[in-house]
């Protein structure tokens, strides 16, 4: 197989593209399809935030359904992995980095190293996937504005110059169409770097209305977005822009995004002390009409 690693479009929003198989691998959830270049997004095999691209591929008048886009990886030695089973982290030397295309059903015989094939990705799910993703950075933001008088340390500074309570606490993220769920662990720990949870969890009803009106400001800006990459490939770095009323907010992120804020109707998060420990925060996007 090639030793490039995989050229991908999905970050200027490509939705369809053309390329080369370069690999075939059968696994037990089904066969898995490389191609040099590539418009689906993978799901990240260390940080799983954001789902794969679902959509087709064709070889010819075959077409076959990607359930999910995954990583992929194949050592200097020949070492073939998938998924959860890349035993480095992306972008660890002596390994190619490859998006994988996992098949629904049987895959056509056709679809082998070699072959020219098109691609096209689920656009409804990807602009939902898009807007859940921006949705979840923004409301990550607008969390650590609002918790911004609860430190007594400096914990460092997020994307927009305040105390980074999102970098510090948060302990997993998923997101989904039109939507993101995070989870923050208030224990010891952030407790000893300074952040006041006592006063937090008094004042919770009170933060979540400053987050939504914070929210409802920048999806009234219409602000811009924007992925900016550092190379072509799967393996290179990329940040997403926001061009917000504050300053310019830039995030390292793999993920795909909306190109501007007025593609929201609106973003609200509930925020839930399911524990003394824990805050869940459960982002929602409407898109606009």
């Known amino acids: 197989m090639s030793a490039a690693s995989t050229i991908v479009s999905f970050p200027a929003g490509a939705l369809e593209g053309e390329g080369v198989v370069t690999h075939r691998e059968s696994t037990p959830e089904g066969a898995v399809i490389v191609v040099d270049r590539t418009p689906f997004h993978p799901v990240d095999h260390t940080w799983p935030d954001q789902p794969g691209d679902s959509g087709v591929i064709g070889v010819g008048d075959e077409q076959a359904r990607v359930d999910e886009a995954v990583m992929a990886a194949v050592s200097d030695e020949g ?3 998938v ?6 982290k992306r972008g660890a030397e002596g390994w190619t ?3 994988g295309h996992r098949v629904a059903g049987q895959a056509p015989e056709r679809l082998v190293a070699g072959a020219s094939i098109t691609l096209a990705v689920d656009a409804v799910r990807r602009a939902g996937l898009s807007r859940g993703h921006t949705a979840c950075h923004l409301a990550s933001l607008a969390l650590d504005l609002a918790v911004a008088d609860l430190w007594r340390k ?12 999102e970098g510090r606490a948060n302990q997993s993220s998923r997101i989904h ?3 993101a769920i995070d989870e923050y662990r208030l224990g010891k720990s952030l407790r000893r770097a300074g952040f006041d949870t006592e006063t ?3 004042t919770l009803a009170a933060r979540e209305a400053q987050i939504n009106a914070q929210l409802a400001a ?10 900016e990459t550092e190379g072509s490939t799967i393996v290179d770095r990329r940040r ?3 061009e917000l009323p504050e300053g310019e907010a830039v995030i390292l992120c793999g993920g795909t995004h909306v190109a501007s804020l007025s593609e929201f109707a609106s973003i609200s998060v509930a925020l839930e002390l399911t524990d003394p420990q824990l805050l869940v925060m459960t982002t929602t996007a409407v898109p606009a009409d």
Do not use: K, T
């Open 218 to 227: 920048w999806v009234s800006s219409g602000a811009s977005s924007r992925i």
């Open 97 to 99: 980095w490859l998006v």
């Open 79 to 81: 070492v073939f992995a």
């Open 200 to 202: 937090f969890a008094s």
């Open 240 to 242: 997403w822009h926001c």
């Open 154 to 165: 400096d914990p460092g500074a997020d994307a927009l110059g305040n105390p980074d309570f």
């Open 83 to 88: 998924g959860a089973e890349i035993p480095v």
């Open 177 to 179: 169409e039109d939507g």
